[in-house]
């Protein structure tokens, strides 16, 4: 690992930790010796990284601190490189603007050495299969799920019956041909998927919900692991 690439390494490590991190155990993280991370520490704090802490004690890095921009390795290159083409190829308009606008972006300004993995890059995402038309603006779907919006829509299910319903999006969960909305069904009181593709109306209303919706995600994931976790397991073969 380079030398940089661990003093980035380092710093993401401090700043997702909840406690002092010794510095055995970033020598483990980095796959390097204790003496080298007790370099790296002195040279983070020469450099005015708010690093706190010592020897034997561990190391804490004060909230607040910002990196400087696109201190990005290669493995982080391309892989937001290979998002941002599995993005393009499949997301709504706007988002595949936003997705190849970001390509354009990260290779104006990573480093001369690093720009080929931008250019020339052996991820590839294919398009290979023929996505189905949305027939509710996804762009402005994803701004009323930042806003805790309500939605109202004409909904026809897999067997052509129709519904109208009021939803409290949370989240748009991206497959390879469709899309779901995830949301709370006030006509049927508990979390729903809608496909974009069966969206026969759509009323974007004023009306707020009430419930946070990093909460509504929170209980909608824990109704999901309840449900796969009471199915039954595959017969064996």
Known sequence: MRRADRLFQIIQVLRGATAP???????????????????????LMAQRVPVRGEAGIGYVLERGYDMPPL??????????????????????????RGARDLIAKIS???PE????????????????????????????????IRRRGKVRIGYAD????????TIWPIAIA???????????????EDFRNFR??????????????????RELRRQW??????????KPAPAAR
């Open 108 to 110: 104006d300004v990573v």
């Open 71 to 96: 201190m990005l390795t290669p493995d982080e290159i391309e892989a937001a490189v290979l998002g941002a083409q599995w993005v393009a190829a499949r997301g709504d308009p706007a988002m595949t």
């Open 21 to 43: 991190v010794t510095a055995q155990a970033l020598a483990d993280e980095m796959e390097t010796s204790v003496r080298t991370i007790y370099r790296d520490i002195a040279d």
């Open 196 to 213: 974009t593709d069966r969206i026969t109306d759509t009323v974007f209303l004023d009306d707020t919900y009430p419930t946070r919706t």
């Open 113 to 144: 050495d690093l720009r080929p993995l931008v250019l020339d890059s052996p991820m590839i995402a294919p398009d290979t299969r023929r996505n189905l038309a949305d027939t509710i603006d996804v762009a402005q779907l994803r701004a009323w």
């Open 221 to 230: 994931w824990a109704q999901e692991r309840e449900r796969l976790e009471s």
């Open 174 to 188: 991206y497959f390879e041909t469709v899309r779901l909305i995830v949301a709370w069904c006030e006509l049927r």
């Open 158 to 165: 897999e067997h052509g019956r129709s519904s109208e319903r």
